[in-house]
C-alpha cells in the first residue's frame, strides 16, 4: 500500500543544519511531484518546497536560500536540505505527494534552539 516515512528530524541549535529524507512506496514515485509541508504547534499546514516530477524546484518565501529539496527516483526518496536553520523553523516536517495527496506519515520533528 501507499506509504511515506519521514526522518532525519532532530534538535539543532540555530545556524546548524538538518537533511531530511522521505521514503516513499506504493505508487510510481518518479512520476508525481512530491512537496515537504511544515506544521508549528497551533498553526496550519504549510507548503515548505515542491519539486515536480522534471525535477523543478519552487520554495516558499521564508525558507529560499536556505532550504533545497531534491529526490533520487532509483531509491524513491525524497530530501529537503535545511541549512541555517532558524527558531522559526521549529514544526512537525512531512512529505505528501501533489497533486494528489496520499495518506501522510507521521511526520518528523524538528526543533531549533535560540
Known amino acids: 500500500q501507499v506509504q511515506l516515512v519521514e526522518s532525519g528530524g532532530g534538535l539543532v541549535q540555530a545556524g546548524g543544519s538538518l537533511r531530511l529524507s522521505c521514503a516513499a512506496s506504493?505508487?510510481?514515485?518518479?512520476?508525481?511531484?512530491m512537496s515537504w509541508y511544515r506544521q508549528a504547534p497551533g498553526k496550519q499546514r504549510e507548503v515548505v518546497a515542491t519539486i515536480t516530477s522534471g525535477g523543478s524546484t519552487n520554495y516558499r518565501d521564508s525558507v529560499k536560500g536556505r532550504f533545497t529539496i531534491s529526490r533520487d527516483n532509483t531509491k524513491n526518496t525524497l530530501y529537503l536540505q535545511m541549512n541555517s536553520l532558524k527558531p522559526e523553523d521549529t514544526a512537525v516536517y512531512s512529505c505528501n505527494r501533489f497533486p494528489l495527496e496520499v495518506a501522510w506519515g507521521q511526520g518528523t520533528q524538528v526543533t531549533v534552539s535560540s
Open positions: 506504493g505508487f510510481t514515485f518518479s512520476s508525481w511531484g
